[in-house]
Every structure is written in C-alpha cells, then in structure tokens.
C-alpha cells in the first residue's frame, strides 16, 4: 500500500464514497444531497484526500463568512487513520487561514474523541467553551476549540 496522500478539492465523484464516511463516523451524517450542494456553496471548501489509486481516505469542510473560518467536518475512514491523513487535511485549512487573513477558525468535537482533540491541539487549537447537548448518539457536549490568526 502507498503511503501517498493527495489532498484535491471534493468533487461530485467523491460524494459516494464521502457519505459512506459520514454514515460511519457521524451519528447524524451529511447526505449525498448535503454534500452536493455544498460543491456550488461559494463560502465552502471541501477538501479530499486520496490514496494513489484515488480511494477517498478522508474529507474535510469549511464555511468562510467575513474573516472567520468554521470546519464543519473532519473525517478519515478507520482503516486509514493514524497515517497522517486529517493532519494534511488539517494544514490545508490552516494554510488558507493565514493566506487569507482569517482572524480564526473553528470546530466543535466531541469531550470524548480524544484523538481529534490531541490532532486539533496539535495545530495551536485551544479549548473557547461548550455547548451543551450538541450531540446526540450518544448525547454529549461539544467542546469548541478555537485557532486564532490574527
């Protein structure tokens, strides 16, 4: 197996394959639909990640609205983490942050998805606050972290 990661835009061939990830990380996962439509949105960028063959290993989402950024979704398959694959997705979004002149961005995760929390600290993100019962399936907060820029 490769270890390439190659990061593109998401595409309307990616979709498939991006729901089956969502339906397997999310309790209340993007549709196709949802996905769709946000190839037309002008304040998103969905990005992909492929193997060398052009398997989607990952995905990742951002709103921009003024010079704020909002990652709306990061998401490896399991058979594909711990290679490195949300880090890439994940400098992307920081690149075009500080590119761009954005004064932040920011996600929401869970308390107990620890992984994600090691990855986002990782990249200067630092806890901001909580909302309550944001997710369900189980019921949990979500901790807002947040990366300035500015």
């Known amino acids: 197996m490769s270890n390439a990661i190659h ?4 595409h309307a061939d990616h979709i498939p394959a991006i729901a089956k990830l969502e339906r397997e ?3 209340r996962p993007w549709s196709e639909r949802m996905l769709s439509e946000e190839l037309e949105n002008q304040c998103a960028a969905f990005l992909t ?3 060398d063959k ?9 709103l921009v609205a003024a010079d704020e950024g909002y990652i709306t979704n990061v998401a490896v398959f399991p058979q594909h983490r711990r290679r490195g694959v949300a880090a890439k997705l994940l ?6 942050a500080a590119a ?4 932040f961005l920011t996600l929401e995760v869970r ?6 929390i090691a990855l986002y ?4 993100f630092t806890e901001r606050g909580r909302r309550r019962n944001y997710y369900d399936l189980p019921k949990e907060d979500a901790l807002i972290l947040t990366r300035d820029f500015g």
């Open 7 to 10: 990061i593109l835009p998401m």
């Open 25 to 27: 990380c999310f309790s």
């Open 49 to 51: 990640a492929l193997d």
């Open 54 to 62: 052009g398997e989607v290993l990952g995905y990742a989402g951002l």
């Open 91 to 96: 400098q992307v979004f920081c690149d075009f």
């Open 100 to 103: 761009h002149h954005l004064a």
């Open 111 to 116: 308390p107990s998805n620890d992984a994600a």
């Open 121 to 124: 600290a990782s990249f200067g």
